[in-house]
């Protein structure tokens, strides 16, 4: 009995591969170009518009205004793009890590094997979503610092100018205005942006530091407050001052800003940003500037107090007075004493200045006796002789001083001269080369000019030829006359010319008048018969057979 064959031997394996290989042959071939397009126009008619969720990943805002990003999930990624006319319609900044809910067309990108989903509107995936990404920007940027509270500054007590940040058609304004109005009217500078939608925190975040950058003294002044006002909304609504370019323009702003954002709900991250908040704007506006007519009761009430006082100072320093003058001795008992130290002084003082005239005369004996002439003389000469000393140090020290310097001179002079000579030697060399390169350059010049000359008279000459052949010139010299009328124009068949007409016909060596007299039809010639050949091996005489 036969064994058998193992499962993985050749022939079962040739077999199998022989009939699979056959099908296969009928498939259509197809281009690459061909099956993408097949593949695109499957997945786009497949599919069409459709609604998903994900987590934004890779989120790349391109210079030409596309937006490419990642749509994912815990197990697949879905490349996604909002072209740039589509992108003024979202109203969320796009940043990875925010849950949102896109709505377009899945297609397929050829040039890279992949498809993706072409977004037109995107929306934050609730509530939640945009709360998480609101906490994650607030840790950021309080790790950075931006909310420490020892970077907040002190609002003035009485602001000269105001600078409000809000929009110059809503009630958020007027009530500034008019709450301002009620408690103690400021000059207001408004800066109008947009609060709401594409570009409106850009336009926050610019104002904010348009403002700080005017100067203190300069035709627009400077505020002393800023006010960033806003009236509520839903958190999509006040979602341009979670934006984090706001907030670092908060931060950073010198001037003293109070944010009033929204109702006393409403959070926002300009609000832990700026140096005070206010739960409305008419709150801002009662912070910033106090109530006049309670200052004026104020510095009336303190007014009072302060004569008051005063008189009842000067009331108590008055009787003062009084019992210190009743305390006080009698004016001959207080002199008493020093008039009579004054008397024994007056008695010391001739005899004390006698002695005091005695004792400077003795000194100035004394000192008189140590300027003797001789001792005046050896100084003399001791100073003389240090001055002629130095002097003559000073000599030698100029001396080899300026020997130094000639020495450093004429060596420098010596390098001077040997540069100069290289510098002469090299630009010699140089012009040398260089006269060789254009003479090389004018011969190579002369011999394409000649080159091209010569091609060009070749070509002058073979236009010449063909200019000579196809001038009807040619075909006169060989007999033939050119027929015209009286205008000059040539005439190309006999219906055309009426008996009687003027013609002139141009030979090759000038032209010659005539009248034309009765046309006749010309008769076409007969084509000329030509002998038959007979076939080879019959008689011809005259001629021999070749075989």
């Known amino acids: 009995m036969c064994p058998r064959p193992p499962r993985d031997s050749r022939p079962p394996i040739r077999y199998y591969a022989a009939m699979n290989e056959a099908p296969r042959l009928n498939i259509v071939e ?27 990943g890779n989120v790349k805002y391109h210079s030409s205004g596309h937006i ?68 994650e920007r607030k840790k950021k940027l309080g790790a950075e610092g931006l909310f420490d509270p020892a970077r907040k500054q002190l609002l003035p007590f009485l602001p000269a100018v105001i600078g409000v940040i809000t929009s110059p058609t809503g009630a958020v ?111 801002a506006a009662e912070m910033a500037v106090p109530v006049r007519a309670e200052l004026i009761d104020r510095v009336n009430s303190l007014a009072r107090r302060n004569v008051a006082c005063w008189l009842r100072g000067q009331e108590a320093r008055r009787t003062e007075l009084r019992s210190a003058v009743r305390a006080l001795p009698d004016a001959d008992d207080l002199l008493a004493l020093p008039r009579q130290r004054l008397d024994a002084a007056a008695e010391r003082l001739p005899l004390a200045l006698k002695a005091n005239a005695q004792q400077h005369h003795t000194r100035f004996s004394r000192i008189d006796a140590q300027f003797r002439p001789a001792l005046v003389l050896s100084w003399t000469a001791r100073e003389r002789l240090r001055v002629q000393t130095s002097s003559e140090r000073t ?16 060596a420098v002079a010596l390098r001077l001269a040997a540069g100069v000579r290289a510098n002469a030697q090299a630009h010699l060399v140089a012009v040398r080369h260089d006269r060789l390169r254009v003479t090389g350059l004018i011969e190579r010049a002369h011999r394409a000019m000649d080159i091209v000359l010569d091609r060009r008279y070749a070509r002058l000459d073979a236009a010449g030829q063909l200019l000579s052949a196809f001038s009807y010139r040619g075909v ?59 076939r080879s091996g019959g008689d011809v005489p005259g001629q021999g057979s070749l075989f």
Do not use: C
């Open 395 to 410: 000599v030698k020290a100029l001396k080899v001083l300026q020997a130094r310097r000639h020495d450093r001179f004429s």
């Open 476 to 534: 006169l010299e060989r007999g033939f006359a050119l027929v015209r009328d009286r205008e000059g124009r040539p005439l190309r068949s006999a219906a055309t010319v009426s008996s009687g007409k003027a013609l002139e016909i141009e030979f090759s060596d000038g032209r010659v008048g005539a009248i034309a007299g009765d046309t006749r039809p010309v008769q076409p010639l007969s084509a000329p018969v030509r002998p038959r050949r007979r």
């Open 68 to 135: 490419y990003l990642d749509l994912k999930d815990d197990r697949a990624t879905l490349a996604g793009v909002v072209w740039r006319t589509a992108a003024p319609r979202i109203r969320v900044k796009l940043e990875a890590g925010l849950e949102v809910v896109v709505t377009g067309r899945i297609t397929t990108f050829p040039g890279q094997s992949k498809y993706q989903i072409v977004i037109e509107t995107v929306e934050p995936a609730g509530l939640g979503a945009l709360m998480a990404l609101v906490e």
């Open 173 to 283: 304004i007027r009530d500034i205005l008019h709450r301002l109005a009620d408690r103690f009217p400021r000059r207001v500078l408004v800066w109008p942006v947009k609060v709401q939608g594409d570009g409106s925190a850009e336009e926050v975040a610019a104002a904010i530091r348009g403002f700080n950058a005017l100067p203190e003294h300069g035709p627009i002044p400077r505020p002393d407050v800023l006010i960033v006002a806003r009236g509520g909304g839903s958190l999509e609504d006040l979602w341009s001052f979670n934006e984090e370019i706001v907030v670092r323009a908060a931060a950073d702003s010198m001037i003293p800003l109070v944010a009033a954002v929204g109702h006393e709900t409403d959070v926002t991250l300009i609000d832990f940003a700026a140096d005070r908040r206010a739960p409305t704007p008419t709150a």
């Open 30 to 56: 197809l281009t690459v170009s061909e099956l993408s397009a097949q593949l695109k126009k499957t997945v786009e008619d497949a599919y069409g518009y459709v609604r998903v969720r994900g987590e934004l």
